[in-house]
Nanobody, 111 residues
Framework: QVQLVESGGGLVQPGGSLRHSCAAS????????MGWYRQAPGKKRELVAL???????NYADSVKGRFTISRDNAKNTFYLQMNSLKPEDTAVYFC?????WGPGTQVNLSS
């Protein structure tokens, strides 16, 4: 079973940028879909972005034009670039592949 390790969370000012990384313990070459979800305090976990094996992407309306999901099969890693961050982006961000979730990383927007 693939294990996922995330990095890249932190504290950032509105308008700033962060990049999340999700490193898999095994090859991601054959994984059809990989994604990022987030969960804000008191809210349900929601989809942020998905990427398929042929690099088709899908985004939540709330992040379109600001976030970019990508993958590097050679490094067994996929990414979430977050730009123009807003206070409502504050959440724990989780990466996922079929059958596995990362532990989550916190993103906080400072006031």
């Amino acid at each position: 079973q693939v294990q996922l390790v995330e990095s890249g969370g932190g504290l950032v000012q509105p308008g700033g940028s962060l990049r999340h990384s999700c490193a898999a313990s095994g090859s991601i070459f054959s994984i059809n879909v990989m994604g990022w979800y987030r969960q804000a305090p008191g809210k349900k976990r929601e989809l942020v972005a998905l990427i398929t094996s042929d690099s088709n992407t899908n985004y939540a309306d709330s992040v379109k034009g600001r976030f970019t999901i990508s993958r590097d099969n050679a490094k067994n890693t996929f990414y979430l670039q977050m730009n123009s961050l807003k206070p409502e982006d504050t959440a724990v961000y989780f990466c996922t592949v079929p059958g596995a979730w990362g532990p989550g990383t916190q993103v906080n927007l400072s006031s």
